[in-house]
Structure formats: structure tokens, C-alpha cells
């Protein structure tokens, strides 16, 4: 009974209780719950020593979660340090295993951790059978391995690869009975990916241009794309009309520029089942965004809207925008919306483009409730300022700056009848 009360507590608390009696000393080490590890700014050397010290005393089995989170790692503890993690995830008998080994000076020429190779992996008897989810972030790993997961893990219901420089050619293909969740992010090598599943909800991809992945997946409900490849969902919709039409919420991350742009198709994914898109994209000074217009015209049923906009310094090599410049004409087309009850914008500075498309939804969607602005963490026009200027004017010129655009956020405001709920922040 305690044991089973200890494995609901965090382990630092956990381990706190063994000063409570001779009884209570050991029994922190016998717990089934969650393994939490996350550097906190703290040093390679001693991380590495706390890490190795508890799971070499611990000896609970099954574990629920084993959890390692190195955020701030430059140099690094040596591989064998991190094999033996993943072999103790492995003799623990793990549901969930998290290895994040995120990097936070990317421009240091630092190799990811390579996870065991699948001869590693067969060297122990039944590993990683009671797996669920398996998060792998700036963590090599072979298509092989991968490929051992999906066919042998029966039960993994999540599947997150982040920065992975091995994986090249990833085949996610039924029998995946459990199989709700898919990331693929960031790796840079991929070539390509088949995803036959038909149970998938949730899927992330966000990488270089591939011939699109979803072959069968009838359920597939939320979906995020970013990099290059999301640009084929806005200039080649057809090739993402597969899937579509069942989404109900859609993620573009449109923060790639592009060294050339295809004309844009007039014909955008129909998103029939849509109830919120988030947009993240790249903007410019004086370039329309009436574009964003047209996917809420391409999704009849859409709930919430939510954009955030980061705008671009000058650019030598005039890299286009990731999405076309359209005309009002264009993006509207005599259409009204008669679903969409919430929009919200991140990051407003008040530029006339901005200003733009706010006007325009609340033309063409006269069924808003709520209309969110958020004039907070914006990416102003940060000019360089000389040497000589106090710190005192500093603080007040980004006080005038905030004043401003909190002004053309309440000016925005108006534009809405008076029945629609506007919050400025």
C-alpha cells in the first residue's frame, strides 16, 4: 500500500520520505510510477551522476514513465552514459519513454546521440514490450529500429521523432491497432514516408518536400505541417485531398521562405469537417495576408480562427513568402461565413496588413463572438539604436512603441458590431 502510494508522488518527493523511518528508507526505490529527470540548467558532469546514481537504486518494475529532459546540452555526457538509460528504460519494462536531448547552441558542431542499432536492441529478451509512447528528440535513429517499434511494440499508442539525422525512409503501415499520435519533425535526411494507419488521430510533419505520406488514413483528425513540404499543401492542394476533408483542426506552420515560388492553384483543400486552423507565418511589410482569407473560405465549417504573424528583417536573397499575394476579389469571392465564432491574433503591431485582414474577416463573418488581439511578445521594428542613447529612453521609446499599437488594437476593435466580445491584451 505504501509503495503504491509513493508511485503517485514525483520522485524527488518521493525519495524525501525515506528520512521518515528505517521502514520508509528504501521503499522510494521500489515505486512504480513516473521517472522525471530535466537538467534545469544544471551542470553535464553532475546531471549525469544524479541520473546514474537513482536508476542504478531504483528498482521498481514495471515503470510507468521514465522521463530525461537535457535541454541544455553543448558537449554533452558520453553515449555510454545515455546507452545505459535507454537500457534501463528497457529493464524496467516502460509504458512511456521520453529521451530529449534538445540542443540550445545549434551553431556548435555537436553529433546527436545515435539510440541502439536493432542488434543492441535483440540482445535483450522482449524489450520494450509494454511500450506506449516513445518520444525521441535530437536522438538518431535508424529506420531499422523504428521499423522494430512499430511491428513489435503493440501496444504504442505515440510515436514522436524529433532531429533525428539517421532516420531517412519511415514506413508507419498497419496492423497499428493503438496507434493514435505520429510526430516526424526536423530531420533532415528524410526521403521519404508511407503512413497506412488506419486508427492515426493526431499526425506531425514537419520537414523538407516529400511525395505526400497519407496513403490510408480515414480517422486522421488533427494535423500539423511545417517546412517545405508544408508549401505543397498551399500550391498543389490536390495532393493532399486524400485526407482533407476529415480534418478538424489543421496547423500550418508557414515559417519557411522559399528561394521560388509556384503559381498557386485556385483551388485550395477543401476542409469541410475544419473547426480551427492555427496559422504561424512569415510576413512582410507591405505584402497582402487577404491569402489567410481564403482557407476560412475553404472551410465552411470553421469554429476558430487563430493566426500569429512574425515579420522578416530585409532579406539579401529575396526568399519568397511561403503563400501567395492575392486581391480581395480573389480571396473572397461573393462568400459569406456563417460558422466562425472566434479569431484571434498573436503578435499584433498594427501594420496595415494586419489591419487588413481583420477587417475583412469581420466583413465576411458576421457570426463572430470573440475577437482576441494580442498585442503582447510582439516582433517589432526592432531598428538599431546608437550607443549613446540612455537605458531610461530605451524603456520609453518601447513604451511609446506598446502605446501604439495598443491604439490601432482598440481602433481594430470598433471595426466589430458591438454584440462581438473584443479583448486586448
Known amino acids: 500500500m505504501l509503495i503504491a502510494i509513493l508511485s503517485c508522488m514525483r520522485l524527488k518527493d518521493a525519495v524525501k520520505t525515506s528520512i521518515f523511518s528505517r521502514r520508509w528508507r528504501y521503499l522510494w526505490r521500489f515505486t512504480s510510477g513516473k521517472l522525471v529527470f530535466v537538467d534545469r540548467e544544471m551542470e553535464t558532469e553532475n546531471f549525469k551522476s544524479w541520473v546514474n546514481h537513482i536508476l542504478q537504486l531504483h528498482r521498481g518494475r514495471p515503470v510507468d514513465s521514465l522521463i530525461i529532459r ?29 529521451l530529449n536531448l534538445k540542443r540550445v547552441e545549434f551553431n556548435l558542431p555537436v553529433q546527436n546521440y545515435e539510440f541502439p542499432n536493432i542488434d543492441k536492441l535483440l540482445s535483450f529478451k522482449y524489450p520494450f514490450v509494454s511500450l506506449k509512447s516513445l518520444i525521441l528528440v535530437h536522438v538518431d535513429i535508424e529506420d531499422e529500429v523504428v521499423q522494430y517499434f512499430l511491428a513489435s511494440c503493440i501496444y504504442i499508442e505515440c510515436l514522436c521523432i524529433r532531429g533525428s539525422n539517421a532516420t531517412k525512409n519511415l514506413q508507419v503501415v498497419d496492423p497499428l491497432p493503438n496507434l493514435k499520435k505520429l510526430e516526424v519533425s526536423d530531420c533532415s535526411n528524410i526521403q521519404s514516408m508511407e503512413i497506412n494507419a488506419m486508427n492515426l488521430v493526431t499526425c506531425t510533419y514537419q520537414g523538407s518536400k516529400i511525395n505526400s505520406p497519407f496513403v490510408k488514413t480515414p480517422n486522421l483528425r488533427e494535423l500539423t505541417l511545417g517546412g517545405l513540404f508544408c508549401k505543397s499543401f498551399i500550391f498543389k492542394p490536390n495532393k493532399h485531398s486524400s485526407y482533407s476533408a476529415t480534418l478538424v483542426k489543421l496547423v500550418l506552420n508557414l515559417n519557411t521562405r522559399v528561394r521560388k515560388r509556384t503559381n498557386s ?7 469541410h469537417s475544419l473547426k480551427r486552423l492555427d496559422l504561424n507565418a512569415v510576413a512582410k511589410i507591405g505584402r497582402g495576408l487577404l491569402f489567410f482569407i481564403s482557407l476560412i473560405k475553404a472551410s465552411p465549417n470553421l469554429l476558430e480562427f487563430r493566426i500569429e504573424l512574425k515579420y522578416t528583417t530585409p532579406d539579401p536573397l529575396r526568399l519568397k513568402m511561403p503563400y501567395p499575394s492575392v486581391t480581395w476579389q480573389q480571396a473572397r469571392g461573393g462568400f459569406c461565413h456563417k460558422k466562425l465564432k472566434v479569431v484571434e491574433m498573436i503578435s499584433f503591431i498594427g501594420y496595415e496588413e494586419e489591419r487588413d485582414l481583420l477587417d475583412k474577416i469581420a466583413e465576411i463573418a458576421p457570426s463572430i463572438e470573440k475577437v482576441l488581439i494580442d498585442t503582447r511578445n510582439t516582433h517589432r521594428r526592432d531598428h538599431k539604436l546608437p550607443n549613446s542613447i540612455t537605458e531610461e529612453v530605451r524603456k520609453q521609446m518601447k513604451s511609446n512603441a506598446r502605446s501604439s499599437t495598443e491604439s490601432h488594437a482598440m481602433v481594430m476593435a470598433c471595426r466589430f458590431p458591438l454584440e462581438t466580445k473584443v479583448v486586448v491584451k
Open 70 to 98: 537535457f535541454i541544455n546540452l553543448v558537449l554533452g555526457p558520453q553515449s555510454s552514459d545515455i546507452d545505459s538509460w535507454v537500457f534501463s528504460a528497457i529493464h524496467k519494462d516502460v509504458k512511456k519513454f521520453e
Open 265 to 271: 492553384s485556385p483551388d485550395l483543400p477543401q476542409l
